[in-house]
């Protein structure tokens, strides 16, 4: 698969779906196996649930912060961090 996806599959592609092409596409290989692992698990307990089914595109930084403010309530902070890392990695 190329390395350069599409602003066509960026703008049309849910949450999950551009997740999964970017661990594969751009941080497979480029970090740790264990932090790809982590990535996974974090987006698919955590991210997947709430956003997995929204655009990624119209993914706000508001609604990013709707779901920090949710898992504080239930998550320790290392959890949260873990989480949002591969979160700010996409947008990058």
């Not at 119209?58 to 990013?64: G, L, N, Y």
Request: with cysteine.
């Amino acid at each position: 698969q190329s390395m350069f996806i599409s602003l066509h599959n960026v703008i049309h592609n849910v949450t999950h779906e551009y997740a999964a092409w970017w661990l594969e596409n751009c941080a497979k290989g480029s970090i740790e196996d264990s932090t790809y692992e982590e990535y996974e698990r974090s987006l698919r307990l955590h991210v997947y649930p709430e956003i997995g089914e929204e655009l990624f595109a119209k993914v706000s930084r508001a609604r990013i912060r709707e779901l920090i403010a949710k898992k504080r309530n239930t998550h320790e902070p290392a959890t949260i961090r873990n989480m949002l890392a591969p979160v700010r990695a996409m947008y990058n």
